[in-house]
């Protein structure tokens, strides 16, 4: 059973709306990467957190942003919601920003459909 | 632009068969090679590789890296239908954050 916490596990939204999706780290990760994964692809990496700051980003627009609380949870915030943000949206933990020989844990992740 | 393209992208196969998926990757900085398997949502780990030519074993799981022609190959042998899933190759990119490249997965479904 994974340790990464999700929720929610669906969720559904208009066009134009703000979402906030939420991640619990395994017990004693500290980094926090969010990823997304819509229907058919691979998940592509959206950004991480390490000790509460942002430590890298992927192409994604700055409507795509996040937080890491000093328990090492996050969230995920996307506004101005279009359909094509429709996904799977994966949150993963790791003991560090390390990769994955830190032990990265993924999530059950949050289905967001954007009506 | 970093890539990593999986191959074939869906497959189907009877019980006892066995697949070899292919993957081979185009980044700037290696650090290793990922293989997970996604059944329905949380992708799970299979195999780390770093170095080119040694095989990883788990079962009827196996997987090795090609660094000089940049692939990987995952067989599974005397398939089960619990096989049946999303197989995710993905390069981990070194750098300052873990920022590991995904291919599209190759979707395998075992037919009893």
């Known amino acids: 059973e994974t340790g990464v916490t999700q929720s929610p596990t669906h969720l559904i939204k208009t066009r134009g709306q703000q979402v906030t999706l939420r991640c619990s780290s395994q017990?004693?990760?500290?980094?926090v990467s969010w990823y997304q994964q819509a229907l058919g692809q691979g998940p592509q990496f959206i950004f991480q957190?390490?000790?509460?700051?942002?430590?890298g980003r992927g192409n994604f627009p700055p409507r795509f942003s996040g937080l890491q609380f000093p328990n090492y949870s996050s969230e995920l915030n996307v506004n101005a919601l279009e359909l094509d943000d429709s996904a799977l949206y994966l949150c993963?933990?790791?003991?560090?920003?390390?990769?994955?020989?830190?032990?990265?844990?993924f999530g059950s992740g949050t289905r967001l459909t954007v009506v | 632009e970093d890539k990593v393209v999986q191959s074939p992208l869906s497959l189907v196969v009877h019980e006892g068969d066995t697949v070899t998926l292919n993957c081979s990757y185009e980044v700037t900085n290696f650090r290793s090679l990922l293989w997970y398997k996604q059944e329905k949502k949380a992708p799970t780990f299979l195999f780390m590789l770093?170095?080119?030519?040694i095989e990883k074993k788990s079962g009827r799981l196996s997987s090795i890296l090609d660094k000089k022609e940049l692939f990987s190959i995952l067989n599974i042998t005397a398939t089960q239908t619990g096989d049946s899933a999303v197989y995710l190759c993905a390069v981990e990119i070194d750098g300052r954050d873990d920022k590991i490249i995904f291919g599209k997965g190759t979707r395998l479904h075992i037919l009893p």
């Open positions: 957190y390490y000790r509460e700051e942002e430590n």
């Open positions: 993963a933990s790791s003991l560090g920003p390390g990769g994955a020989n830190y032990g990265y844990t």
């Open positions: 017990s004693g990760h500290n980094t």
């Open positions: 770093t170095s080119s030519g």
